[in-house]
């Protein structure tokens, strides 16, 4: 399918991903740490 996949450890985290890169799809935990 050609997917690729990020994850991120805790909220800060995933908010320096989308900060820098290119997302078409995000799913997040609300619970996530951070």
Sequence with gaps: ?????????NGYEAIEKVMTESFDLIFMDIKMPG
């Design 1 to 9: 399918m050609g997917l690729e996949i990020e994850a991120a450890v």
